[in-house]
């Protein structure tokens, strides 16, 4: 089955458009040459501090390679079982045909630092007040630091019905359960723009990583049925689970205006419970009680929570918004824990109101990495993250929007005069389908 990839993307690219993407080009060797953060330019202290790593994704892996340069002596222990590294941000453009599967595979073991310990186990407790992680083969790990990047779980079982084998099966996509599932969903996908019929797209009512995903699929299925002619015969319904299409205001009636022009129907406070593959029948919760829907496709995301050794520690939040899933409780803009302060948490896991991002985790992990180091070396830090998050919104092939936000919902656009954040541009497809890979592997080695 072709990708789109495979098609040409630049045909009707105008000379003002090939004007942004060089000025683009310009801004990212800006970028790269742009001086280094403070961890890195101060001297690097000698100490002997035990520093342990709980998660080896996108997060775990950039700290390790932060602070293996920033650090002179420190031993540090990178814990997790995953052999295989996945480029997540790219399941999206699996999973509607843009890339193929290999497109984010690669080998975790590439971006282990040198001198830095990779213990090749599963988290299995976290031990805050013994200062010390146990893993799934038994080993225990003592620690006088502990960066917790573990990620998030997904946990299909609460949806009745639902189990990841059905993935591609049955009408039923899931672009988050990995290479294969988001292969399995363009399959999905494909077929049903094919056939026509009516398409369900979810979110969970839970917090999750990249909330644009949900949005991005649901355009790119109405673009592939208009260019393959059958969008008269294709209905594309979304379903949000609150009162909002995103929780950014200026964004969410931008998306919503978006959806209107394009005859998508946005169904509000619904949250998808079950599903029954055979008849065809999607059951959601909604503030008057539950109520069935038919589809044809369907695209589920599951609930989304911390992975059970968070859950189950004294880590997480023990009241508020975040207690109820797991989330790490982190200040906001140091992200260290707020009862134990040699322990700290980046990436999925920490519970901030934003940052659920690959790029999040750029700003997040060299700022925590201040904050680690300045401790050693008996200084403080005055180093904030201000909650940048960013979303290349994908509204239709070959074209996106580059959407940046902090905590207060400013939007703090990285290329004022070149990118509009809230227009429908082809160099944010550009960036999205070509050129955040590479940057996403310079962060993993600790040079983003």
């Known amino acids: 089955m072709k990708t789109f990839s495979e098609q040409p993307v630049s045909a009707g690219i105008t000379d003002a458009g090939r004007r942004r993407m060089l000025a683009l080009a310009a801004a990212g060797t800006l970028g790269a040459a742009l001086p280094a953060h403070a961890s890195q330019t101060r001297a690097r202290p000698k100490t002997s501090a035990r520093i342990v790593i709980a998660g080896a994704g996108a997060a775990g892996l950039a700290a390790a390679s932060r602070l293996s340069a920033a650090l002179d002596g420190a031993r540090i222990t990178l814990i997790d079982a995953r052999i295989q590294h996945y480029y997540q941000p790219g399941f999206t453009l699996v999973g509607a045909g843009i890339k193929p599967a290999h497109y984010v595979v690669s080998a975790t073991a590439e971006y282990v630092p040198s001198g830095v310990d990779w213990v090749p186990e599963t988290v299995a407790e976290i031990d805050p007040e013994g200062k010390k992680v146990v893993t799934s083969g038994g080993r225990s790990i003592p620690y006088d630091y502990l960066v917790v990047a573990t990620g998030l779980s997904l946990h299909y079982e609460e949806i009745e019905g639902m189990e990841p084998a059905l993935i591609g099966k049955e009408g039923i996509a899931s672009i988050y359960n990995g290479p294969e599932a988001a ?60 009162k909002v299409l995103f929780s950014v205001p200026i964004v969410s009636e931008k998306v919503r205006m978006l959806f209107r022009e394009r005859n998508i129907p946005a169904t509000y406070e619904r949250v998808l419970t079950a599903i029954d593959p055979g008849r065809r029948i999607a059951t959601f919760r909604t503030p008057e009680g539950s109520e069935e829907q038919s589809y044809d496709f369907i695209h589920v995301i599951p609930p989304m929570r911390a992975p059970a050794a968070v859950r189950n520690s004294p880590l997480p939040w023990q009241s508020g918004n975040w207690a109820g899933e797991g989330w790490m409780e982190v200040d906001r803009g140091t992200l260290r824990h707020v009862r134990y302060p040699e322990v700290f948490g980046v990436g999925d896991i920490a519970g901030v109101p934003k940052g659920k991002t690959a790029a999040s985790v750029k700003w997040q992990v060299p700022v925590m990495v201040d904050h680690l180091v300045a401790d050693i070396a008996g200084s403080r830090s005055e180093q904030i993250y201000d909650g ?61």
């Open 388 to 448: 940048y998050t960013s979303c290349p919104l994908i509204t239709r092939l070959g074209r996106a929007m580059l959407v940046e936000f902090d905590y207060e919902n400013n939007l703090v656009p990285s290329f004022p005069g070149v990118i509009a954040p809230l227009e429908e541009l082809w160099v944010s497809w550009v960036m999205k389908t070509m050129a955040l890979k590479p940057t996403y592997i310079s962060m993993l080695r600790g040079r983003a």
């Open 183 to 242: 292969q399995a969903s363009w399959q999905a996908l494909s077929g049903f723009v094919d056939r026509g019929g009516r398409g369900l797209f979810t979110r969970p009512a839970t917090e999750m990583k990249c909330a644009g995903a949900p949005l991005k699929y649901t355009f790119l299925a109405e673009d592939h049925a208009t260019r393959r002619g059958n969008r008269g015969k294709t209905e594309i319904h979304y379903f949000s689970n609150n």
